[in-house]
């Protein structure tokens, strides 16, 4: 069952809850209220009083007939003992108050198990997937062998040294031009042929860079215009000499065949050939940037009037698709004796069910949010791994910290101490390396920057003593909760906070991004955030007590692990740490 809630009557009929939670961030507030409206309206469905009365089912009393022979028959009806109670909510907004997890991701209430999350990517050219279709621009892959695809790519690479085009982030710098395998393409033919008018198209494809995401080489088909713009029809046919490809057959199946000729020295040309089989894929606006696709092929300049008037305008079309979401259970349960009440009872005053229970809430807070800190930890791997992260020669990230790299070489006595370095100019390094690591994330993100960091305790502290850190002023009532991730202060505009369940010398760091529902990155989906149930023990006559939550934690929008990056820090000699 949906249901669609009225956000401003929500926050103003829960605030008054809210505030006794204190809850302040607007954001939360909203989708604490959203939820708090939708669960309220599932319990109500669920344990409505035509249902069940007071826990314990439809109870009725039977009467007497009021006619002679008459059987008994129903009455009015009597509420039910109570003994198994329904108390859902007071305990879904505890721990959506306390699980500081759901300060890193968005949330995203839902009102049934499973929810379908819509998505919309933009493509170059309107033609389907099928490669038959002939687009006018296409990345090429492999579905069999990577190998096809890294030669392709490092000969292309190759190419544009030699006539020193530069990458940009999803193109060139300058227009370059690579010919199917029919081992006529000299090293002159592929560098100085130009995609003019006049020149003979058939074979040729225009190389557009790599794809910023999946790094796959990108390129352009020419293909003639029809009806051709002269007015006349006489020449209107299919000419070969103005296309790419030939009239029939796929664009895989001619690459399988063929291979691409492309220029890998100073004067010969060699071929590459698949052994696989060629992936011919649409190129998403979301990934890439073709700015001669709008702008009839100049790159970078505009179309004259004469241009425009013979080209026909370049078709963008959307791409619709769902991703379907399904939430998971955890559940715990007390286990009491009437003995165990009793004693501690009299022996302290504390009221032991009342505590049980807030140790069962912190039990699944800690589930929570151990549960979003490792989503977070594998997309921030993932894209310090990916091929579009900045890498040295040996293909290390660029984004690691290694303290040794600004020490001397080892004393006689085995320490190495620093060379010109002190140990706050390497700290200033660190937080050069971490800021790095976020505009790098509003970059290829595009969203925006990195709004917190999750470390260990170790490098916490020494981010401690970095100058610019500010301690958070919610941290005293933030560590109250035994076990539980917490804020520690702010480096600049990103909040740091320590996750109590990395090693010690687990010294990463990883940073991300809290944005909307509508944008890529994490999102927490609750559905019934806390189910509670209370009942009293036949074996031990004490009371027990489940609690339990249905929730998912998703990764939804494009690449989101763009919102993410991990920094690992390396300290041999223990100069920093």
């Given at each position: 069952?949906n249901?669609?809630?009225?956000?401003?009557?929500?926050?103003?009929?829960?605030?008054p809850?809210?505030?006794t939670?204190?809850?302040?961030?607007?954001?939360?507030?909203?989708?604490?209220s959203?939820?708090?409206?939708?669960h309220?309206?599932?319990?109500n469905?669920?344990?409505?009083?035509?249902?069940?009365?007071?826990?314990?089912?439809p109870?009725?009393?039977?009467?007497?007939?009021?006619?002679?022979?008459?059987?008994?028959?129903?009455g009015?009806?009597?509420?039910?003992?109570g003994?198994?109670?329904?108390?859902l909510?007071p305990?879904s907004m505890?721990?959506?108050?306390?699980a500081i997890?759901?300060d890193?991701?968005?949330v995203?209430?839902t009102?049934?198990?499973?929810?379908?999350?819509?998505f919309?990517d933009?493509k170059y050219?309107n033609?389907?997937?099928?490669?038959?279709?002939?687009?006018?621009?296409?990345?090429?892959?492999?579905?069999?062998?990577t190998?096809?695809?890294?030669?392709?790519?490092?000969?292309?690479y190759?190419?544009?040294?030699?006539?020193?085009?530069?990458?940009?982030?999803?193109?060139?710098?300058a227009?370059?031009?690579?010919?199917l395998?029919?081992?006529?393409?000299t090293?002159a033919?592929l560098?100085?042929f130009?995609?003019?008018a006049t020149?003979?198209?058939?074979?040729w494809?225009?190389?557009?860079g790599?794809?910023?995401?999946?790094?796959?080489?990108?390129?352009r088909?020419?293909?003639q215009?029809?009806?051709?713009?002269?007015?006349?029809?006489?020449n209107?046919?299919?000419d070969?000499?103005?296309?790419t490809?030939p009239?029939?057959?796929?664009?895989?199946s001619?690459?399988?065949?063929?291979?691409?000729?492309?220029?890998?020295?100073t004067?010969?040309?060699?071929?590459?050939?698949f052994?696989?089989?060629?992936d011919?894929?649409?190129?998403?606006?979301?990934?890439?940037?073709i700015?001669g696709?709008?702008a009839g092929w100049?790159?970078y300049?505009?179309?004259?009037?004469?241009?425009?008037?013979r080209?026909?305008p370049?078709?963008?079309g959307?791409?619709?698709?769902?991703?379907?979401?399904?939430?998971?259970?955890v559940?715990?349960?007390?286990a009491?004796?009437?003995?165990?009440?009793e004693?501690?009872?009299?022996?302290t005053?504390?009221?032991i069910?009342?505590?049980l229970?807030g140790?069962?809430i912190?039990?699944?807070?800690?589930?929570i949010?151990k549960?979003i800190?490792?989503?977070?930890?594998?997309l921030?791997?993932?894209?310090?791994?990916?091929?579009?992260a900045?890498k040295?020669?040996?293909?290390?990230?660029?984004f690691?910290?290694?303290?040794d790299?600004?020490l001397?070489?080892?004393?006689?006595n085995?320490?190495?101490?620093?060379?010109g370095?002190?140990?706050?100019s390497?700290?200033?390094?660190?937080?050069?390396k971490?800021n790095?690591?976020?505009?790098?994330?509003a970059?290829?993100?595009?969203?925006?920057?990195?709004?917190?960091?999750?470390?260990?305790?170790?490098?916490a502290?020494?981010?401690?003593?970095i100058?610019?850190y500010?301690?958070?002023?919610?941290?005293?009532g933030?560590l109250?909760?035994?076990?539980?991730l917490?804020p520690?202060?702010n480096?600049?505009?990103?909040?740091?906070?320590?996750?109590?369940y990395?090693?010690w010398?687990d010294?990463?760091i990883?940073l991300?991004?809290?944005n909307?529902?509508?944008?890529p990155?994490?999102?927490?989906?609750?559905?019934l955030?806390?189910?509670?149930?209370?009942?009293?023990?036949?074996?031990?006559w004490?009371?027990r007590?489940?609690?339990?939550?249905r929730?998912a934690?998703a990764?939804?929008?494009?690449?989101?692990?763009?919102?993410f990056?991990?920094?690992?820090?390396?300290?041999?000699?223990?100069?920093?740490?």
């Amino acid at each position: 069952m949906n249901f669609i809630v009225d956000k401003a009557k929500a926050m103003k009929k829960w605030s008054p809850i809210l505030d006794t939670l204190n809850v302040d961030d607007p954001v939360k507030r909203e989708w604490m209220s959203e939820y708090a409206e939708i669960h309220q309206m599932n319990e109500n469905v669920a344990y409505s009083t035509l249902y069940n009365l007071n826990g314990m089912g439809p109870v009725t009393s039977p009467t007497v007939g009021t006619t002679p022979g008459s059987v008994w028959q129903a009455g009015s009806g009597a509420a039910g003992s109570g003994d198994v109670a329904q108390n859902l909510l007071p305990v879904s907004m505890k721990i959506a108050a306390q699980a500081i997890g759901l300060d890193l991701v968005a949330v995203k209430p839902t009102a049934s198990p499973r929810i379908e999350l819509l998505f919309v990517d933009f493509k170059y050219d309107n033609n389907d997937q099928d490669d038959e279709d002939r687009p006018l621009v296409f990345k090429v892959g492999s579905k069999d062998s990577t190998s096809d695809i890294e030669t392709l790519k490092e000969a292309l690479y190759a190419h544009m040294s030699v006539l020193n085009i530069q990458e940009r982030i999803g193109g060139l710098d300058a227009r370059l031009f690579v010919k199917l395998g029919d081992g006529t393409a000299t090293f002159a033919n592929l560098k100085d042929f130009t995609g003019s008018a006049t020149e003979d198209k058939e074979g040729w494809l225009e190389f557009l860079g790599f794809s910023r995401i999946d790094g796959y080489p990108m390129f352009r088909s020419f293909r003639q215009y029809y009806p051709v713009m002269d007015n006349t029809f006489a020449n209107s046919s299919f000419d070969q000499s103005k296309n790419t490809f030939p009239q029939s057959g796929s664009i895989s199946s001619i690459i399988e065949a063929s291979g691409i000729t492309y220029m890998t020295g100073t004067t010969t040309g060699s071929t590459g050939t698949f052994s696989g089989e060629a992936d011919i894929e649409l190129i998403s606006l979301m990934e890439d940037h073709i700015p001669g696709f709008s702008a009839g092929w100049n790159l970078y300049d505009p179309m004259t009037r004469a241009q425009d008037e013979r080209t026909y305008p370049g078709v963008i079309g959307p791409d619709v698709f769902t991703k379907a979401v399904q939430v998971g259970d955890v559940e715990i349960t007390s286990a009491l004796k009437r003995t165990q009440i009793e004693d501690i009872k009299a022996a302290t005053g504390m009221d032991i069910v009342q505590k049980l229970e807030g140790v069962l809430i912190n039990e699944l807070t800690q589930v929570i949010s151990k549960e979003i800190v490792a989503s977070i930890r594998e997309l921030s791997l993932k894209n310090r791994g990916s091929h579009t992260a900045p890498k040295d020669n040996a293909g290390n990230s660029k984004f690691d910290f290694n303290v040794d790299e600004y020490l001397t070489l080892p004393a006689t006595n085995g320490f190495a101490a620093p060379g010109g370095e002190t140990y706050h100019s390497i700290q200033r390094k660190l937080v050069a390396k971490i800021n790095n690591a976020s505009n790098f994330i509003a970059t290829d993100g595009r969203v925006g920057p990195a709004q917190y960091l999750v470390t260990n305790g170790n490098l916490a502290s020494v981010i401690q003593d970095i100058a610019g850190y500010t301690i958070s002023p919610v941290q005293a009532g933030k560590l109250n909760t035994n076990g539980q991730l917490y804020p520690m202060g702010n480096l600049g505009n990103i909040a740091i906070y320590v996750d109590p369940y990395m090693r010690w010398d687990d010294n990463q760091i990883f940073l991300g991004r809290k944005n909307s529902v509508d944008q890529p990155g994490l999102v927490f989906i609750p559905y019934l955030m806390a189910q509670s149930i209370s009942l009293i023990s036949e074996a031990t006559w004490a009371p027990r007590m489940l609690i339990r939550s249905r929730y998912a934690v998703a990764d939804i929008g494009f690449f989101p692990e763009k919102q993410f990056m991990a920094i690992k820090v390396t300290d041999n000699n223990g100069v920093l740490i």
